[in-house]
């Protein structure tokens, strides 16, 4: 069982398939009944929880709200933007009727005829609608503004091609939602929020991003502009991992949202919304874990550390307990959520596996041996390094271990993406280098049919025009026009 | 403004007009364009969370984690549990379609009649069948027993008279779910659920509760046993507030959900659901709100304190702000929640208006004449009684008056129910009782066909047959027919 645990397929060998035994091996998710749902799992709900929790302290230290807004739209309310409607009429799951009756013939249960909507509903793919639909009753005059609310909810997208946590029908986001007097406010929040999200990747899952604008192709349905930021995961893809855009007056217009300004002008409202799913999971997945298993940063884990004690017989285990347990309150005291798993029905090999692949950041281990010589066995998930210490001072050590294990999965990420980021000049070069996977920082000229011919060439895109580094004009690498700096192309999730 | 915030229907004319007007204008929530469903607002919203998290708290203490499963149901699921679709396909959100398309006579978008799904979807009213079908691949041994599992989630269920919070299509909720080795560990668990709800109405939302069992006519579609906390609103109707259901094997059997027992024989399953939902902010609004708007209990209020400047100038404002900014930082350090409300385009008596109808527990006023003489108005929101006191020991003062105001008015609410409870022993002076509102104690057959004659003649249900309480049998006050107890009968919301 521990072997079988572990029996993974290798990065190296199929980094897909691997990503997906993970998954289901680490205990996060699991595919469900429904096509492109997926069940998410105590463990992997526990993971989001702890993201959700951070995240949430930061939008209100930010100064936003949460509230709450309905599941469906009205059909009608997608069509009053012109760009949001293409970009999401084509993936909605419609609500249609209202009432299930038993079937005449016997068989379960059939849909009432008799019960058809006079309008069909759709079930939220985004809200943008349905809220500015509401700020339209809450605004009236600059008094009013800003309105900086943000719901934590779940979105229904009719997906193709789905993979867990990266692209599920259906998943678990927030979206902030905010109204402004003025283009520059709205403007400001939408960077505020990217700069929030940024630091949540960074300093809580240790992955590293690059902030930077979306290009027109790969904008938001209805925004004047996209700010992103982008990881790159162990095969060298891109993954989009939060968005926040500048929605102008767009929304405004489309459900007739007008304030009154100082000067007691009518004029229409300014908008930004900004969003970060449960695709993170995949992000947070992707980025650290290793052939053994997942591996979590520990600022997310669930459990941060875990004791598991070496017996032979009962007396054992009662003296290692009147060790650990003054040891597990010292930790807690300090914050560090840990666990000692006394369980009698699973063998310690068996122990060592599990949270191996569960990619709780330290273990100590404990035995008859220690008890005597007054030691302990420490491991560090991230380098699965092993040492036997004090028990003295170990206290100190485990809450030393976290930070390290905590900055040096960021510092390896990070010196991953260096390492595969490179300049190319020449298309051909492009064109080679794209196979290998990574970052490529290349000049453009700027316009959408460029943008769309390298895609159709080389499966690669525009992952965003960085806010960061260097901005020296050059040549597109393709027609050899002006650009104005180089971009970051990828291939991406 | 600050009269219109008050002007409001009083209850003792219309109740339920009271309780429309006091959820819009204390800002908790509002329709939506969508029918049935409401928008909760960021104050409504807030109160919410408190809610959800003390309650996550709780469910956490006693050994439960949550997860997360799919927002749609195959048709098909619902129909595996004989009494459940009969309770629930009646009023179900059904998709049919996943895609919308340009409506070729150009009026915005149309259902694509090539998309209709092969099996209709419903969006779950309550999700014991996709539960249930996830925990057959959970459940092999007694080993894997049991699960103990909730989910924090929307529902929806097609109500034809809906009313905010108290009844609305979609609503928020959690739900758990838990598996079994034992009936006697299953009814265990829907018993401590139950217990977890009744302390969580008490001691946080000041709301007596009755606990007792469900006739089976108002019994959970698939459960053996419904467990429910029953409150008394104002208007003497009872409020079902939460109900903990012993499933039996019922939804193992439907869903074919074994385990090897310690004999190593296969067995069914043994199950219990509970849930609570955005209901409870209908019961604790209905409870304890008067004619000048919202009162909160402390415990749940997201402002407990407001703090409110009198002041003539700028240099006034300054004096008192330095007086008072000590003061937030020591509230804040006992855990209290304050605001300094120092905004200066609304005036004092328009903030003690708006304070009062959003039943901000406690309300401190300081001004120029109370800097002279170290004194603070304070005044408490459940009794509306002020009083000047030295500023010196106001926070004390302020952390005994919120304890003061969370057991009064539990008390008083605990008073109110008493004082609309009794006891009745002949039909006749049942049906004139029952006119007059509240909990009538009276003896009954045990039948559904007399629990259903009561109803259709005084539109009185059985609300639960009390856990606690007299036990003293006697006879039917409608047949005659022996009766082990009394049971509570009430009109309900």
Chains 1, 2 share one sequence.
Not at 58 to 70: E, I, L, R, S, V
Not at 239 to 267: C, I, R, W, Y
Request: with cysteine; glycine share 6%; aromatic share 10%.
């Amino acid at each position: 069982m521990a072997k079988e645990l572990k029996n993974f397929t290798k990065r190296s060998d199929n980094y897909s398939q691997w990503y997906n035994e993970l998954v289901v091996k680490a205990d996060l998710a699991e595919q469900s009944a429904v096509r492109g749902c997926m069940v998410i799992k105590p463990y992997g709900y526990a993971i989001w929880e702890k993201m959700q929790r951070q995240l949430d302290d930061m939008f209100k230290a930010t100064g936003h709200q949460n509230a709450y807004f309905p599941l469906l739209i009205p059909k009608s309310f997608l069509s009053r933007e012109a760009d949001h409607v293409e970009g999401f009429a084509k993936e909605c799951a419609v609500v249609t009727h209202y009432r299930l009756k038993n079937d005449p013939e016997g068989n379960g249960v059939v849909v009432d005829p008799a019960a058809r909507l006079e309008e069909e509903l759709i079930i939220r793919p985004t809200s943008e609608t349905i809220i500015w639909n509401t700020y339209k009753n809450w605004i009236h005059s600059y008094r009013d503004l800003p309105i900086l609310v943000n719901q934590w909810a779940n979105v229904f997208r009719w997906e193709m091609r789905t993979r867990m946590f990266l692209r599920t029908a259906e998943f678990l986001w927030q979206e902030g939602h905010t109204a402004h007097a003025t283009r520059e406010e709205a403007e400001e929040e939408a960077r505020r929020m990217l700069e929030v999200y940024a630091s949540f990747a960074q300093d809580y899952m240790a992955v590293p991003v690059i902030k930077g604008v979306k290009s027109a192709n790969e904008r938001f349905a209805g925004a004047l502009d996209t700010y992103t930021i982008e990881a790159m995961m162990q095969d060298g893809k891109a993954l989009q991992s939060g968005t926040s855009h500048f929605l102008g007056q767009n929304f405004a217009k489309a459900f007739d949202v007008t304030f009154m300004n100082k000067d007691n002008k009518p004029e229409y409202v300014w908008a930004s919304s900004w969003g970060v799913s449960t695709r993170l999971m995949g992000a947070l997945i992707m980025t650290h874990s290793d052939d053994n298993g997942l591996v979590l940063p520990p600022k997310l884990a669930p459990i941060q550390v875990v004791i598991v004690p070496i017996y032979k017989d009962n007396a054992q285990l009662q003296a290692i307990s009147e060790k650990v347990n003054p040891l597990v309150d010292e930790l807690r005291k300090r914050g560090i959520s840990v666990k000692y798993d006394d369980a009698d029905n699973r063998r310690p090999g068996f122990k060592f596996a599990d949270y191996e692949v569960k990619g709780v950041p330290v273990r100590l281990a404990i035995g008859a041996r220690d008890l005597e010589n007054g030691t302990v066995e420490i491991m560090r998930r991230d380098t699965l390094e092993k040492e036997t210490v004090a028990f003295d001072g170990i206290v100190d050590e485990t809450a030393r271990l976290l930070d390290d294990i905590q900055s040096n999965l960021f510092k390896k990420a990070l010196d991953f993406r260096e390492s595969k980021t490179c300049e190319v000049d020449s298309y051909d070069d492009f064109k080679k280098k794209i196979e290998e996977g990574g970052f490529i920082l290349a000049h453009w000229d700027g316009t959408p049919e460029t943008e769309e011919k390298i895609k159709e060439e080389t499966k690669a895109t525009i992952r965003c025009i960085p806010m960061d580094g260097d901005t020296t004009p050059g040549k597109c690498m393709v027609t050899g026009k002006p650009s104005q700096r180089r971009v970051i192309f990828a291939r991406s999730y």
